[in-house]
Every structure is written in C-alpha cells, then in structure tokens.
C-alpha cells in the first residue's frame, strides 16, 4: 500500500465523520475552541526500509574467523634460551672429573604448629656424616636437636667463641660476619632455610671462626657436641664413621672446586723432577633419561568430516594441545624434581637476598659466581621488583635485543620473564642465572628427533584408531629433559621477595 493510497483513505474517512456529527459540534462558532487534530496513522510515524537489512543479508555472507586463540600461551623464553642437544639413545651421561663432596647439601624439616624437627635421613647432608646411613642413630642423633628462636639482629654465635653446637636452620636468614682486611666488619655470606653451620663440632673441640647473626626472624635446630657424644657412646658405628671422615678427609688433594688435582711444575729451574699426574672420572656419572609429557587427543569423525572450512578441526585441536605440552614442558625443566633447575642446581651456587627484594647488589653477586651468564631467568613480578629497586637507586634498567626484541639486561645481561618459577604463598620467588650450551661447560636441553610421526623436533602425534563412539585418538607425546653439565652453570637467587606495593 503507497503512502498516497493511506492518505487517501485517510481524508475520505474525516470528511465522512464531519458530515455525520451532530449539528450543535458542527455549528460551533469561531470563538469556540476547535476540534482536535486527528492522530497521524502510525504508519506514518515509521521509517520506510528502502533496502535489504544487514541481519537479512549476513544470512547469505561469509563471516571472517579467527583461529582458536589460547590466553594460556606465554613466551616461553626457556625453551627457546636451551641450545637442545639429540640423544639417540634416550640418555645423556654427564662425564666430569672426580670431585670429593662432603656433604654440601640441605636439610628438610617437618613441622607441626610451632614445632619443627628434622627428618633423621637428612642428618646425612651434614659434612662429616656424609654416606651415614644409619636410621637407628641418625634417629637418636635426631630427637636431641633443640628448637631455638632468634630476633632480628641477635647473635647466635661470636667468633672465637667455643664451637659447641651444630645448627640447622629451619627458616630466617642468617647473616656470617667476619673482620676485614683492616679490621672493619664485613659480611662473609648469607645463610638460609635448610642450611647449617658447625658440622665440623661433630669432629672435636674448637672456636668459632666467624659470627653468625639473625638477619631476619629466624628458628633453627641446635644440638649440642654433649649430647653428640652421648649418642656416639651408643653407637660405635657413628663414632667411627665421623672419626674417619674427620681424619681422612679426602684420599687426594683436591683443588678449588673440589676436583681431584692434576700435580703441575711451575717456576722451576734445572733438572727438577716433574710431577706425575692424571686426570681422574666419577666412577658413577648421572644419567639424564628423557622424560615424557602426553596425552591423547579425541575428535569425533562428524566433526573431522564435515566441519574443516576454513580451517581444518582436527589440525586446529593438534595445534592448542601441542601448546599446552609445550608450556608443561617449559615447567618441568624448571620445577621437576630429577633434572629440574631449581631442585638440581649446587647448593653451592645458591645465594640470598640481603634486604629481601632484588637488589643490583644481588644479581651483581650472583654473576659473580660463574665465568660466564648467557641468560636470567624470572617471574615478571621479580623483574618488576627489580625495577622498582633500580628506582630507588636512580639506575636505568638497560635493554638489550633478544630475538628482534627489546628485553630488559643488567650487566649486558638479558633478563627473561619465565612465569613458570613459582611465586610462594609469602610472596617470594627465585632468579636463575644460566650458562647454556655444550662446549661452554653450561646448560642443555635434551630431546631425540627423528621420532615417528614427528610433527616437531622431539614431539610426535601418532594415530590410534577409531572405537566404537566415531571416536578418532591421537597419542601426542613430547620427550625432553635437561643437564647441568657442571655445577657453576646455573646459579640461584633465592627467596626473592615480590610484594605489591603497600
């Protein structure tokens, strides 16, 4: 119907209505007040659609998709860092020259409420009680350690004191204070969770040679050299074994890192006679196996078949799932507790914060402890800790270009955000100083390629069957691992403190 025709009809229909109103409506004088205006018909008050609408249109359009997007994807920077290294056979031994460890390690503590105690197997990280594997004794030894609280700032021990005691510290941070070259006071190093000191008192009288100080709030595990004795009465094993490696020590001189020596001539004059001397192995070298992270992806056939344009469905579901093994496998290579970094790095290339954020006088010590740093390693909340310290200090966080981008770099050194280090319930984390490749002496990732239906180095996706459901299986596998090749490549930074701002 034409807007003509509606107003037409209109127009009849009000002059058929004044010619049938009652004579007294239609004789109203001019001083009346006059009729009301009719209401324009609603059609009137609608825009006429003088196209198609677009609603009606995309019905017959093509829309433009993206591929399945995944906020779970992160960068991935150790992954890309590792120079990755085949092995053939599936392990990758790890030849170095004999060292003689006695005992470096940690201990482990387990608390209930407010108690802490040790666990007696781990007596065995204590120097002298190294290869000790006594649980009766190590059990006996255990249950006369003595729980002792310390303040900020308090003295445990004064140098030249009595060595009297042997301490493990369960939590805190405890400062070892020495005197200077001119007689000034001068911080040694810092102790932290899991550390001891005084495992030599085991062995027999002596002084302190250094002060130990609560850094932080700190409770630790005494035991004093009586109550050694006491149970060393008991057990003659004990005694024996502490004796022995207290007299003995190593059956070769070692030199600085601990290695068997190599006799060397220098400086001589004459007809001196040389040195004999060779280079000894480990007897027992690690083996890295590789590890295997997997799972088995389903697509139904329908889908498969019939829902691949644009963009193929199964390809798009391989494509997510090899993503989600690839972010596993970047947090193993840092938390797995066989070959992991942050479990498998010497106890002896672990230092403390002093303040508790990171502090440039932090990562300057902690590069300080390698010939060489290829990378840092962080979570991006210790990176931003960082920052905010080089800003109290008016320092300008250099860049440097990783991979055509620019990255924040102390001391030339890139610094890497990995958000697979963990972050504590207390607010604290950890940053990993790595030296990486084969000839270098430093870090490597381990993969074999060559796989079976390999569709990335080190990672294969092999077909399965169809079961009774249409349902298509894939096994989708990556195999990988890591090696420290000596202990000095990767060093740590520990409880790193990455509080928000007050």
């Not at 941070?173 to 001068?186: A, N, S, W």
């Not at 004796?243 to 030199?255: F, L, W």
């Not at 303040?355 to 979570?379: C, E, I, K, N, V």
């Amino acid at each position: 119907m034409t807007y003509a025709t509606v107003r037409y009809i209109w127009t009849r229909r009000v002059t058929h209505e004044s010619a049938n109103a009652p004579e007294s409506e239609s004789s109203m004088s001019v001083d009346t007040e006059p009729a009301a205006t009719p209401p324009t018909p609603a059609i009137e008050l609608r825009q006429i659609q003088l196209s198609l609408s677009t609603a009606a249109a995309r019905n017959l359009a093509t829309t433009t998709k993206s591929e399945p997007q995944m906020q779970g994807i992160s960068s991935r920077w150790l992954l890309r860092k590792l120079p990755w290294v085949h092995t053939p056979g599936g392990v990758y031994r790890v030849n170095r020259r004999l060292s003689y460890v006695v005992g470096d390690g940690r201990v482990t503590f387990v608390k209930s409420g407010s108690r802490v105690e040790v666990i007696p197997a781990e007596l065995a990280e204590l120097p002298l009680l190294r290869g000790f594997d006594d649980p009766a004794a190590l059990g006996a030894l255990a249950e006369r350690f003595v729980q002792q609280e310390y303040a900020p700032g308090q003295v445990i021990v004064n140098a030249g004191s009595p060595a009297d005691h042997v301490h493990l510290i369960a939590h805190g941070k405890v400062e070892k204070l020495g005197t200077g070259q001119y007689g000034d006071e001068t911080l040694l190093g810092l102790l932290g969770d899991g550390d001891t000191f005084g495992g030599q008192v085991l062995a027999g009288d002596g002084t302190w040679d250094f002060t130990a100080k609560a850094a932080t709030a700190v409770t630790l595990l005494a035991l004093p050299r009586t109550a050694y004795l006491a149970v060393a009465e008991e057990y003659e094993n004990l005694r024996d074994h502490v004796q022995g490696t207290g007299t003995n020590g190593h059956r070769r001189p070692v030199n600085r890192a601990g290695e068997a020596a190599i006799e060397l001539s220098a400086g001589h004059v004459g007809e001196a006679v040389l040195p004999g001397a060779y280079a000894d192995y480990e007897p027992r070298p690690r083996e890295y196996e590789l590890s295997v992270a997997q799972t088995v992806l389903k697509v139904h056939t329908r889908v498969a078949d019939l829902y691949n344009q644009p963009m193929n469905q199964t390809e798009q579901q391989l494509r997510l799932t090899v993503h989600e093994l690839r972010e596993r496998q970047e947090h193993e290579l840092v938390n797995n507790p066989e070959f992991g970094l942050l479990h498998n790095t010497d106890f002896d290339q672990r230092i403390q914060t002093h303040s508790g954020p990171p502090t440039p006088d932090d990562l300057d010590d902690l590069l300080s402890m390698r010939r060489d740093t290829d990378y840092l390693f962080a979570h991006p909340r210790a990176i931003a800790a960082f920052g905010k310290e080089c800003n109290k200090r008016g320092l300008v966080l250099g860049t440097v270009d990783v991979e055509g981008r620019h990255m924040p770099a102390w001391r030339g050194v890139p610094l890497l955000p990995c958000g697979k280090i963990p972050v504590t319930d207390r607010q604290s984390s950890s940053i990993i100083a790595v030296r990486t490749g084969e000839d270098n002496e430093g870090v490597i990732g381990l993969h074999q390629t060559g796989l079976p239906d390999e569709i990335e180095p080190g990672l294969n996706c092999r077909f399965m069957g169809i079961d009774e459901k249409a349902i298509i299986s894939y096994l989708v596998s990556a195999y990988y691992s890591a090696a420290i090749l000596v202990p000095d490549a990767v060093g740590i930074l520990e409880n790193v403190e990455v509080r928000p701002r007050a």
